[in-house]
């Protein structure tokens, strides 16, 4: 058989196509994740290996592989609003005052820095004090149902609190050199 540069173009655009569509149907299967991609193949390679998933991502993980977005977010909090500090402070004791000049240094420190890393809406429009229906088939982790609760939704009552559902999280990228678990340096001052 001889190949010419026309039977060579063609299996070389034959290729490359294939190569196209298997990424595009990889990036709608995964949501246009490239990350979930690399991790879809690397499970795929343990398993022909015979390597048990859960076994290798016991060792592989470390405590930010999980929790590394909100300990960041956490860590901005602390930064932009001293907001740990103020949650970690023994109060008892302390003047209602004093707690309350606190209060007010700190809530729109931390109102502005949580605006800045994330977004966050409502779960659902209506306003506390008013009626609301929780259909039949509701999802247990929107709602917290109390009071004289019968055996089946839907549910008629009141809402107490409208819920938070987080839209968007933006996180400035890790410095060099930082695996995320520090919320806050030690701030030593040179004398």
Known sequence: MELNSDTLLGAALGIGLMVFLKTVILLIMTKGSFGRIFETRRVALMMLKGQDF??????????????????????????????????????????????????????????????????????????????????????????????????????????????WKAISMNLPPLAMGDDGLILAPVEVEVV
């Open 54 to 163: 859960v076994e290798a991502e016991k060792v592989s993980s470390s405590p930010n592989a999980h929790y590394g977005p909100q300990l960041r977010l956490l860590g901005m909090l602390q930064r932009d609003a001293k907001l740990l500090d103020f949650l970690l402070e023994n109060i008892k004791g302390v003047e209602d005052a004093t707690i309350a000049a606190a209060v007010r240094d700190i809530q729109p420190k931390a109102r502005i820095a949580l605006g800045k890393y994330l977004t966050v809406a409502p779960l659902v429009d209506e306003i506390e004090g008013t009626l609301l229906e929780v259909p039949q088939g509701y999802n247990p982790t929107e709602y917290s149902i109390t009071g004289n609760v019968p055996p089946r939704a839907p549910y008629k009552g009141v809402v107490r609190h409208r819920g």
